[in-house]
């Protein structure tokens, strides 16, 4: 696995190349990445999810015997990060072939732009969404 595509697959199951952040703003390389141009490592540090499986000496929740725990039910089926939907489907998929056979189906798959754009306005929508909660102090996630 090349060094650029082990960041595109996070620890949660969220596939990183299909991110607004990446695709679009071309602000991060993916979670964890630490090249010190982008917030890969910043948002890496502040996740639940990314901490509690560098604790387990894990690469992600998919070799966790514990999969799904309830913060990954919770992160999956979250209501405003609707993007998250497939973490679950992905980690399991992650378990049974391995993660660098999955970057290479996840980069094959979103190639499809009308599945890449549908995503991508899922993201916008839901980041729009994120900020008015914030905003109104309604969330403060
Ligand atoms: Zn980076």
Redesign the pocket.
């Known amino acids: 696995m090349s060094e650029a595509n082990r960041?595109e697959a996070a620890p949660c199951g969220l596939y990183c190349g299909v991110c607004a952040d990446r695709v679009e703003a071309n602000e991060?390389?993916?979670c964890g990445?630490?090249?010190?141009?982008?917030g890969?490592k910043r948002h890496a540090d502040h996740c639940a999810i990314a901490k509690c499986a560098a604790d387990k000496g894990r690469g992600s929740c998919a070799e966790c015997d514990d999969l799904p725990r309830t913060r990954i039910i919770e992160f999956t089926f979250d209501p405003i990060w609707r993007p998250h939907e497939r973490c679950i489907g992905n980690l399991r998929r992650r378990k049974k072939i391995g993660t660098e056979a999955w970057l290479i189906e996840q980069q094959a798959y979103w190639q499809d732009e009308r599945a890449r754009k549908a995503q991508l306005a899922l993201h916008d929508k839901c980041a729009k969404q994120a900020r008015e909660l914030r905003e109104t102090g309604t969330w403060t996630g």
């Open positions: 960041h991060c390389h993916g990445c630490d090249c010190g141009k982008c890969g």
